[in-house]
Every structure is written in C-alpha cells, then in structure tokens.
C-alpha cells in the first residue's frame, strides 16, 4: 500500500546565469523507493530515470455456459479447413443476426425462425453437419425473451464460433486464409435476409 508524504525539496538547479526557486513536490513512498511524478513519468527520488508500472493483464471472463456448449459441439467436428471456414461464416451469420435484433429489424420472437432458415444455407452443403451448433443456439434464443438479451445470445455465439478458428484475429486476412472473401459474405448474407425476411415475419 504506497502511502503519500508530503515534503519540502529545496533544489538549488544552477544554470550559467541564475537559479530556480525552491520547489514543493509530493515524494511517492512505494515499497521499491521514493518517487515523484514528473510530467507524464513517474521518476525515482532522488532522480535516477523513469519508472515503468507494472502492466496489469486485463481481466478476461470465464465463457458463459452458452460458449461452451457452442465449442463443444463445434469441436465434435474435425478440426479441419472445412470446419474453420463453416465457423467463420456462421461467426458472421451470428453477428448479422445480432445487429438485425438490435436495430429491431427483426423481433425476438422470430429470432429462431430466422436463425433457422438462414444458418443452414449460410453454412451450405456444411449446414447438416452443424445441426447441434444450431440447436445449442436457438434453445438459448428461444428462452432470451428481450431484444437485448436475444441479440447478446447471437453475439456470444459468434464469439464462441470465431474461438475455434486459429488466428482469427483479423476476420478479413483469416476468411482469406480459408479461401472467402469477408465482405463479400455479408454483403451475401444482406441479401439472403432481404429475401427471407418476408418469410421471417410472416
């Protein structure tokens, strides 16, 4: 616990022509030495150069039940290009979703409707195969009620999908890896909603 102690420093600083007044500074006790903030720094007294902070990690959360469901059935697939390239596609199927919900486009009460008529042909011939993501998902939907709460199921389910892509820090560079250009799908899933919706809300 670093306790302040409040000193009078009397600095005679010479310089060719004349000299400073004496100055008051708050001397830092910490349980490395004594320091002052000098500017943006935090400098060691007497001064012996600057002192770096220790940097805090930030803190991450635990995943929710909802991810871990998510990456275990994820992971009941092969860990395969083919899989990596289904994740990213249903991360972005889910984030569109969840945007959608949000701006109130579409109503929490056709949320799983609408998850499950774009999901599978997001996914194509791949949409089988993720039936249990799918059902993971739209059972947290179903019981989210709020648009806020159903649009934060969406989002924690494409974070969850994304985890499982290696280096899927930048979605762009990663969905050309797997062989897709981002944008170019979601413009895609744009569409496909502009042609569903109707279905959706009927």
């Known amino acids: 616990m670093m306790r302040a102690i409040l000193i ?3 600095l005679l600083i010479a310089s060719v022509l004349s000299a400073a007044e ?3 500074f708050t001397v830092w006790k910490l349980d490395a030495g ?3 903030v000098s500017g943006s720094q935090i400098v060691a007294f007497p001064p012996s150069g600057p002192v770096v902070p220790p940097v805090v990690p930030p803190v991450v959360p635990p995943p929710t039940d909802l991810a871990k469901a998510v990456v275990a059935e994820i992971n009941k697939l092969p ?6 390239t289904a994740a990213m596609k249903l991360t972005a199927t889910y984030q569109m979703l969840a945007g959608q919900v949000k701006d109130g486009k579409i109503h929490p009460t056709n949320a799983v409707a609408a998850a ?3 999901c599978p042909i997001a996914l ?3 949409g089988k195969a993720w039936a249990g993501v799918f059902s993971v998902v739209n059972a947290a939907v179903g019981k989210a009620g709020t648009a806020e709460a159903t649009a934060a199921v969406f989002g924690e389910a494409a974070d969850a999908a994304l985890s499982t892509v290696p280096a899927s820090g930048d ?3 990663t969905a050309a890896k797997y062989g897709f250009d981002w944008n170019t799908f979601l413009a895609f899933l744009m ?3 502009k042609i569903l919706l109707p279905l959706i809300i009927s």
């Open 8 to 10: 009078l420093v009397s």
């Open 22 to 24: 004496p100055q008051q």
């Open 34 to 36: 004594y320091y002052v």
């Open 79 to 84: 860990a395969t290009d083919k899989r990596h």
């Open 116 to 118: 499950d008529l774009i």
């Open 124 to 126: 194509g011939t791949d």
């Open 171 to 173: 979605l762009e560079a």
């Open 191 to 193: 569409e496909l909603l």
